[in-house]
């Protein structure tokens, strides 16, 4: 045990020594949560939309009065037939249509319940999302508005419609995105180069010559960036609820459990590749390569999974990520529990006992 | 003019630590200057100004004719130098190291191709020319990069411990090289931890913490330090300095 | 000395190839190391000391023969030579971004132990770089490195001590200091095994194995070996050593002669030459010959020779 905590304090030491490394560690999730969280929503300001109003009343007035009184939509124009609406997408100049049912005010005053439709241009999902929900926003806002007094019994009813992209990604979908990249860098690239680095520096040499026992060894190198992980990760979730506004919908608790497989999933991952590398450079290459790349392309976080051709659907499986961000989706946007994600976390688990123990195996007692 | 170096008050600083303290010294054309000292004397940062690749604090030299402040991209072109620890691609061929640094220094395809022949046949390399640099013994590998550091024909060669670990007949068989190039000339800067190599040199000097505590023949330096050998000598010296090694 | 016959080390027809029989490292190589004995490698770059050192340290398998370290075998009981052993492999190894206290007391807890427990034995090399103890061991120079390096070997009081090339590319000042040090924990029961291309160091050690290409030349004590030289040997001066040594390596008469500092040393092949022959035929009026009694560096040149 003692030799476990001098192991421990000895890799913060040169963890807290390395002033670039640190900064870099801690500020990587910062910049990268602010980055795409501003781009993101500076691309939605000023975005053209269409309307199609078969006959304009007061309300229906009203809630345009609003959507153009806002900063993140201009009317571009009206349409008078549905058969137009192919059209104005094909353009290109708008990005959603707003679509009232007929006689919308009088169905609201009648029925209580009167319909509207946003039909998005998906082709960049996120964004469509995005424009989509400011779109309800606003209309809900409008809503309060025109019956403070009488709240529930009338109700406009908003339907989206993705166009081009119908299975279209869940909202802020960047923010489990980011999670995934960000986790997966730091544990798995950090533990990797941490090891690889005694083998380089020579005091590998040392500690094999030592009583010092291999697991010791391993979960010494794993425990500091376990717990650097998991602050990155608390900031990370801070930053998209309080700066970003992304909602957690589901369980914080399950939340931060199936992080924290992720996380040992990813440092076993960073043991693997320790174990098959001899210098920093590779290890480094392996990670960003391996790592970064299929994080960025095949997790389903900037592409659509579903779009892609079947041999890369399949290899999207031995991604890590893509289960992570999976998971991730379904509890902060979708508010699901257990029961939705319980499978891509068995997955999850299932490769984690798989690195590890590889790496166990591969782990040499002697200098090659 | 007969100077190969001229050493005029060169001092480099790093921060408050006074690496280099104004040294003054000069080396003959055609001579064996052994530069030994300590580690951490400062031997090492000195021959870094001299070759040009480290920019002194204040003071000035003269190398190969030209003034170290103002030319010493004019220096570099007419050295040569060997560093213990790295001279030679290991991952090239014999032959596609000389045409290398042939290449670097600027000679002709013809040039290269004359002189690497001379060169392979001087080291009885012949047989083993297309064989990667790494697969050589040290001894033939420090050999060898020294002829290459001599491939452009300069009139200095500043040599950085070349025989480190070097088996006991090859290190002599590398002293027979640097005495060929002497006689034919050359002006060879040496350094080294042997001190039986400080006695093959023909005018040696000591720094100690920054300064040249002593420079003189290996016989007259004996004499005055009533030591039986350069490795009293140094002993003697080195024992005394305040920022060593030990 | 506490120096008896029960063997520290033995090697038995060790030897080991690199890429696949490409290079050979080791060719069956045996000696024995008693205990409590300062016991030398002395050969150059290149020879095989590492590899053999590593071998006996546990951290490298020989392709045949076998090693054992206080009785217990170099592969199948490693955990229990790894116990034993202090190692200093040939590089720094030490951590540089921890302080000197740092790596000593990392190296104590990973040996099981505490710097005041065997305090005793580092006292005499620990009282030199303590002042500096708060200091990172990057930033310290060779000389104070090696004895941190040496520190962190003995803290754990092993019972074989295995040094790789511990004086390389420092310097001679440090490198006296550094053996004085060794014979002073021989005196203390440790069983030393060190390597060395100087040969200079030979004379230091009680036995020391020559070794060159993988191959041991011989094993003895130094002043045997000198004894066992077999030639006569002559030291030569003069005005012009490069010349003198041009002229005598082209006379029928000599078998080896070769620069030694300020004097050429020379091997006939005929025993019964006598000076005047020498100066005879080398026509210098500064030349002067005598009969010396030949270095550790002669012999190990007349061993490669042969």
Not at chain 3, 100 to 113: D, P, S
């Amino acid at each position: 045990m003692k030799q476990f905590i001098i192991f421990v304090k000895k890799e913060f030491y040169h963890i807290l020594r390395d002033p670039k490394t640190l900064i870099i560690i801690i500020g990587l999730p910062i910049i990268q949560i602010l980055t795409f969280g501003f781009a993101l929503t500076n691309e939605v300001k000023n975005s053209k939309i269409a309307i199609l109003n078969p006959t304009i009343d007061e309300t229906t007035t009203k809630i345009v009065d609003r959507l153009e009184a806002s900063r993140f939509f201009e009317i571009e124009k009206s349409i008078n037939s549905p058969n137009d609406l192919d059209a104005a997408f094909k353009s290109g100049k708008i990005r959603m249509a707003v679509v009232f049912q007929n006689n919308f005010q009088s169905n609201l005053l009648h029925n209580k319940k009167a319909d509207i439709q946003l039909i998005t241009d998906a082709s960049d999902p996120n964004i469509a999302t995005m424009v989509s929900n400011y779109a309800t926003a606003i209309i809900n806002d409008a809503q309060t508005e025109l019956n403070p007094n009488y709240q529930m019994p009338y109700q406009i009813n908003i339907a989206t419609r993705l166009f081009y992209n119908p299975q279209q990604i869940g909202a802020y979908s960047f923010v489990p995105g980011i999670m995934a990249m960000v986790l997966l860098l730091i544990s798995t690239m950090m533990t990797s180069l941490a090891i690889v680095r005694e083998k380089e520096l020579g005091s590998m040499e040392l500690l094999l010559a030592s009583p010092m026992k291999p697991l010791v060894l391993i979960l010494s190198k794993v425990v500091p960036y376990l717990i650097i992980s998991l602050f990155n990760w608390l900031m990370i979730v801070i930053l998209s609820v309080w700066l970003m506004e992304v909602p957690i919908n589901g369980s914080f608790l399950l939340l931060f459990l199936v992080s924290l497989v992720f996380i040992v999933a990813s440092l076993a991952l960073g043991l693997f590749i320790s174990s098959i590398t001899d210098s920093q450079q590779v290890a480094m290459m392996i990670s960003l390569m391996g790592m970064l790349l299929p994080t960025l392309i095949l997790s389903g976080f900037m592409f659509p999974i579903e779009n892609m051709p079947l041999p890369l659907q399949v290899v999207s499986n031995i991604v890590p990520s893509k289960w992570y961000y999976s998971i991730v989706k379904d509890i902060m946007i979708k508010g699901l529990g257990i029961n939705a994600i319980w499978k891509e976390t068995l997955v999850l688990v299932g490769m984690t006992l798989f690195f590890i123990a590889v790496s166990l195996k591969k782990f040499k007692i002697r200098i090659s | 003019m007969n100077l190969a170096i001229e050493v005029n008050e060169l001092t480099k600083k790093f921060g408050d630590f006074v690496a280099v303290d104004h040294i003054s010294f000069s080396v003959k054309k055609g001579e064996i200057f052994g530069f030994l000292g300590a580690n951490g004397a400062g031997k090492t940062t000195a021959m870094k100004m001299l070759i040009g690749i480290s920019i002194p604090t204040s003071g000035n030299a003269t190398v190969a004719g030209f003034d170290l402040n103002r030319y010493p991209d004019k220096i570099k072109q007419n050295i040569g130098y060997m560093s213990q620890k790295f001279s030679l691609y290991e991952d090239l061929n014999i032959i596609e190291n000389i045409r290398f640094y042939g290449g670097i220094y600027g000679l002709s395809r013809k040039e290269i191709a004359e002189k690497s022949e001379k060169l392979l046949e001087k080291l009885d390399l012949q047989s083993v020319s297309k064989s990667l640099v790494s697969s050589l013994p040290l001894g033939w590998k420090q050999k060898l990069s020294f002829s290459i550091a001599m491939i452009h024909e300069p009139s200095i060669i500043f040599l950085d411990e070349p025989t480190g670990g070097v088996d006991p007949i090859t290190r002599r068989q590398f002293w027979d090289l640097i005495y060929e190039a002497s006689e034919n000339g050359t002006t060879v800067f040496v350094t080294t931890h042997y001190m039986d190599e400080a006695e093959y040199c023909e005018r040696v000097s000591i720094m100690v913490d920054g300064k040249i505590a002593a420079l003189n023949t290996p016989k007259q330096l004996k004499q005055d330090f009533k030591a039986a050998s350069m490795d009293e000598v140094f002993y003697q010296l080195a024992r005394g300095a305040k920022r060593s090694d030990h | 000395m506490v120096m008896s016959d029960f063997k520290a080390i033995e090697v038995k027809n060790i030897s080991k190839n690199y890429d696949k029989g490409k290079i050979v490292a080791l060719d069956n190589i045996s000696f024995d190391v008693k205990k409590g004995e300062l016991f030398g490698l002395v050969g150059p770059d290149g020879a095989g000391k590492t590899t053999l050192l590593r071998i006996i340290a546990t951290l490298l398998l020989q392709d045949s023969g076998e090693a054992k370290l206080d009785n217990f075998d170099c592969v199948a009981d490693f955990k229990a030579i790894r116990q034993r052993i202090g190692y200093m492999p040939g590089r720094f190894s030490l951590y540089q971004d921890l302080t000197i206290e740092e790596n000593l007391n990392f190296f104590a807890t990973i040996f099981n132990t505490t710097i005041e427990e065997n305090y005793h034995l580092i006292k005499d090399i620990y009282v030199q770089i303590e002042p500096f103890k708060h200091r990172r061991a990057g930033k310290l120079s060779g000389g104070m490195k090696q004895k941190l390096a040496l520190c962190c070997a003995l803290i754990h009081k092993p019972s074989v001590l295995i040094l790789d090339e511990p004086t390389t590319g420092v310097d001679p000042v440090s490198r006296k200091e550094f053996w004085d040090m060794l014979g002073r924990l021989q005196h203390d029961g440790i069983t030393i095994i060190v390597s060395t291309p100087y040969m200079d160091e030979a004379n230091l050690c009680d036995r020391i194995a020559f070794i060159h290409h993988g191959k041991l030349l011989t094993i003895n004590t130094p002043q045997n070996i000198i004894d066992s030289f077999g030639n006569v040997l002559w030291s030569i001066s003069g005005d012009n050593l490069f010349s003198l040594m041009t002229k005598l390596r082209a006379w029928q008469n000599t078998k080896s002669c070769f620069s030694f500092g300020e004097n050429l040393h020379f091997v006939s092949i005929n025993a019964q030459i006598t000076p005047q022959d020498i100066m005879h035929y080398l026509k210098d009026d500064s030349v002067q010959v005598s009969k010396i009694v030949p270095s550790i560096e002669d012999c190990f040149m007349s061993f490669m020779q042969n």
